[in-house]
Structure formats: structure tokens, C-alpha cells
């Protein structure tokens, strides 16, 4: 279940994303890698939440490798499709698609 609270929404009581129109900032780990698609997955009750609150993009803070990168969240849904228990379904976009990818300063 999603829940606002403040600048961040969270998800099943775990952080998904500092809310800063038009982006939703999520800082990421090697565990959030999907390594078979080489990319990020986006929970689909997350993906639908900010959209109709008018986000446009999500940005992922890699910190293993000190990128940022910024997806269109509206491309999500051309991405790949899982389920991942226990985070349920979500779209997994890989980092080709991105519309940007730069270093962390």
C-alpha cells in the first residue's frame, strides 16, 4: 500500500522516492539492480500513483556506481513485466531507455 508522507513516499512502510515534482529521486543499491534486464524496476501500484499525481520522471541515485539516471515514467509500461515476491509486480526498464545518465557530484 502506498503512503505520502511529507517529501517521500513510501510503500509496504519502505522509502520508494523523494517526491520533488517532477521527480521522484529513489537512491538504489546493487540489490535493486536487475542484472537479466540491466536495469530498475518500478513497482506497478507505485508507476500508476505517479502518474496520476503528474510526476514525469523517476530518477535512481546508483550509488555503486555514482550515477544518476533518469527515466520517463510513462516508459515504464514498455518495459519488462515481473512479478517479485514479495514487492509484487512491477515494469523494469533497462538503462539504454534512460533519458539521461550522468555522475553524482
Not at 522509502?15 to 546493487?30: E, H, N, T, W
Not at 539492480?33 to 501500484?45: S, T
Not at 556506481?65 to 516508459?75: A, P, Q
Request: glycine share 6%; hydrophobic share 35%.
Amino acid at each position: 500500500m502506498l503512503e505520502k508522507r511529507g517529501k517521500y513516499l513510501y510503500r509496504n512502510g519502505d522509502v520508494v522516492g523523494k517526491l520533488q515534482k517532477p521527480y521522484c529521486i529513489a537512491v538504489r543499491d546493487r540489490r535493486h539492480y536487475f542484472r537479466k534486464f540491466d536495469g530498475f524496476a518500478l513497482a506497478i501500484e507505485s508507476y500508476m500513483w505517479l502518474l496520476k499525481e503528474g510526476f514525469t520522471y523517476f530518477q535512481v541515485r546508483y550509488t555503486p556506481e555514482n550515477k544518476i539516471i533518469t527515466y520517463r515514467i510513462s516508459d515504464f509500461i514498455s518495459g519488462y513485466k515481473i512479478d517479485y515476491p514479495p514487492y509484487g509486480e512491477q515494469y523494469v526498464l533497462p538503462t539504454n531507455v534512460a533519458t539521461n545518465i550522468s555522475n553524482i557530484h
